[in-house]
């Protein structure tokens, strides 16, 4: 993969009144060293991020990102970003990213160890062609993610809603769900409650409602299943927020992952349980969820 | 601070035979750019690390630190180290240390994304002075870490046992701490069982028995606790792994965090109830913390 762009951010304030950021902005080559080894990012995972599906130029809901950015950036206690400037820098990337799918990614890292202020960049790189996901499907392996369904709310130091840089675990879920022979892996609490994926938000359906597991502190509020519920309310259809047992996804009418980058896949299996998929329903969330969207 | 010295290392396999490293490593400036903004370390603390003590040149318990990156790499599916490798790299690492108490990290990432291999590096730092945790102790908050204690053992897709990079966790845990007026915390499972600190081990005296809890596969297995037990079976104490309900730790004789480069800091108190610190014993434990190990 070859990156596309990589713009390096000095970050300003939140309470920072400028509307120029030129002098905040360097860009840099993409493989060449730009991050020193002090980087608590690298150190620590300590830091947050935000990827941004582009479609032909256009980054999707940029101020759905922008604002879950500001969200992770209060739940870790990095100083607020300054959103004029965040929104400055994905307009930079969005412009270097060329035609067809590829991600816009943000990064606020701590900043280097005992270093004054944190250190953010953007960069941009072509997405993987995900054509078979979206349209033959996936199939996932259910994963215990250890703690019970009430936990986020009483215990924030464990940083459950925050898109942090900290993503070891959800790497090795993925490898685990494809050692069990699945392609994803779908999350549940320890008292056996649908979470969401490692790196994607679930949606189920049942009869004429879409339902997602209930935001409970411990789930990322996913911002294509966001678009994806309007859309569907636009359609008609009722949608929902509940708090899922296991049994309703191994029952449901048919389940999608949804995520910024690959979209709506649909499941066809969850562990050895087939699911149905809708073909033609999936590919007119898919052909939503590829126009420009804001 | 002042990064004193930082190597970049290509990593060997770990069947190679090879005894002449010269051509994997290259010495780099600590405070100029050194990684690419690709590093998987950086998105996604995906990645195994180690921090070393060193005291006027000798790095403590290399090996032990050693055998833990390798155990860390299983876990996390990383190629295996060649420990010759990062063996001769330390080596080059405690040369640059200096004199006085410094630390020696070991960093090794899952490389850049879609790149063929890891990446990897050594820095050198000088430690943070420790005299005043070492001597007039610290006081620690009780934590959950929002698993059941059997929980490693049957998930161990959630790293539990493995030192990542992915620790905003840890250092959230630590702040939260700090907010309540401690120094430190100490994690305990769902289920009340004494776990370990965000960045050290946790011993129990009870009596003339030292205490930690029992290796369950959520528990890094403290170097300088296990340096420390040696050391307490010479003197002739009677020393144990036990499930330690959070109970033994509010009723201990007297408690300490154990790492490698604070060492063994006496705990004062756990939440609001004092506990006793042994003066000479804790001075003891640091004076032999501080001479040369191996």
């Given at each position: 993969m070859a990156w596309r762009y990589a713009l390096m951010i000095d970050p300003a304030a939140s309470d920072d009144t400028r509307t120029d950021f030129d002098s905040t902005f360097s860009e840099v080559d993409p493989s060449a060293p730009a991050l020193t080894v002090g980087e608590l990012s690298t150190q620590r995972g300590d830091g947050i991020f935000e990827s941004i599906g582009v479609v032909d130029g256009h980054a999707q809901e940029v101020e759905a990102h922008l604002q879950r950015l500001a969200h992770s950036a209060e739940i870790c206690e990095l100083?607020?970003?300054?959103l004029g400037q965040w929104r400055e820098a994905v307009r930079r990337a969005e412009a270097a990213s060329g035609a067809g799918e590829s991600v816009i990614k943000l990064i606020l890292s701590r900043g280097v160890e005992h270093g004054p202020t944190p250190t953010a960049w953007v960069t941009v790189a072509p997405a993987a062609d995900f054509t078979e996901a979206r349209t033959s499907g996936i199939r996932v392996a259910v994963l215990d993610r250890g703690y019970s369904i009430d936990l986020p709310g009483r215990a924030?130091?464990?940083?459950?809603?925050a898109k942090t840089l900290s993503y070891a675990v959800n790497m090795a879920a993925i490898r685990e769900a494809k050692r069990r022979g699945a392609d994803d892996a779908v999350f549940v609490s320890s008292d056996g409650f649908v979470l969401e994926a490692p790196t994607a938000s679930l949606v189920i359906r049942r009869g004429d409602t879409f339902v997602t597991p209930?935001?409970?502190?411990?789930?990322l509020h996913g911002t294509t299943q966001l678009s994806l519920f309007e859309h569907l309310a636009d359609r008609g259809f009722a949608t929902a927020y509940e708090t899922l047992p296991v049994s309703a996804l191994y029952e449901a009418d048919a389940a999608w992952l949804l995520s910024s980058v690959r979209l709506a896949a649909p499941i066809t299996a969850v562990d050895d349980r087939p699911l149905a998929v809708d073909a033609d329903l999936t590919a007119s969330f898919n052909a939503y969820l590829l126009s420009p969207r804001d």
């Open positions: 100083p607020a970003p300054h924030p130091w464990l940083l459950l809603g209930a935001p409970n502190g411990g789930i």
